[in-house]
């Protein structure tokens, strides 16, 4: 039995009842706990946040339950429905994070979980920056993270199967070992969910992101009024190091804040 596929820009329409199971190896606790050391580091006592690309909330609820005052936004209704189930008194909308709404101006605005590489061209992304520098507070600080150049020659490039209660998710990347710098990768996600009498329903998830080498993605912070004040790489078990390197690290973790005459308003 087939479900249906589903193109990139409605993806995480269909995936959204398995996002959870599909991240369930992934510790949003201790993430959040080495995300609050950079935050604290880089002078922010603020607990109003706006979490960009919340998916199904996994990435804000940590810092909900450290007393932040939360309102969060996804392009995808059903990621929201997700996310409200586990929060049901937090601010959700739908929205484009290249063309956000007035939501406020916040202490911190976070944007997680290789959001950003779902942009496919500059131009989005350049978008998508002086969008999320119109929600900072003048003295707030946004974090994101994006996958390296590392990513994409090894996890993009390989098959894989696991699974998690009844459920067996494949994975097949269509990147490989030489991927130049600035790559287009494709990431097929097939999940075979258990029915009666020994049969699966299948469900096929089909999703393209962008590499954006850093010197890139700090000149387009800088076209956007923001400053660059630090750049990590993240270890494999989520700690952030100050020696960012695509070459060892799978992500990195920009922090970034208004530069001084770069208020958007």
């Not at 350049?126 to 969008?131: Q, T, Y």
Request: proline fraction near 5%; aromatic fraction near 8%.
């Amino acid at each position: 039995m087939t479900a249906g596929t589903a193109s990139t820009a409605e993806g995480y329409e269909g995936f959204a009842p398995f996002y959870d199971a599909f991240t369930s190896a992934s510790d949003y606790d201790t993430w959040t706990t080495h995300l609050l050391g950079l935050v604290s580091r880089h002078g922010v006592a603020g607990k109003r946040l706006l979490d960009v690309a919340c998916g199904t909330g996994k990435s804000f609820v940590p810092f909900l339950d450290r007393g932040f005052d939360v309102t969060a936004c996804d392009r995808s209704p059903a990621m929201l429905s997700e996310a409200r189930r586990k929060a049901p008194d937090v601010p959700l909308h739908q929205a484009d994070m290249r063309a956000l709404p007035g939501l406020g101006r916040f202490d911190l605005v976070t944007c997680f979980d290789d959001s950003l590489n779902h942009l496919l061209d500059e131009e989005d992304l350049a978008a998508a920056f002086v969008s999320l520098a119109r929600h900072l507070d003048p003295a707030g600080l946004l974090l994101f993270d994006v996958n390296t150049l590392l990513a994409y020659r090894t996890t993009f490039a390989v098959d894989a199967v696991h699974t998690h209660d009844d459920l067996i998710f494949a994975i097949q990347g269509d990147s490989n070992a030489d991927a130049a710098p600035g790559c287009l990768a494709g990431v097929q996600v097939d999940v075979f969910e258990a029915r009666d009498c020994g049969l699966y329903e299948r469900s096929t998830t089909r999703l393209r992101e962008r590499h954006f080498p850093p010197q890139r993605v700090t000149t387009l912070l800088t076209l956007a009024g923001l400053d660059c004040v630090g750049l990590y790489g993240v270890l494999d078990d989520g700690t952030p190091v100050p020696d960012a390197d695509e070459t060892r690290q799978l992500k990195l973790i920009y922090v970034a804040r208004l530069a001084k005459g770069g208020d958007p308003e």
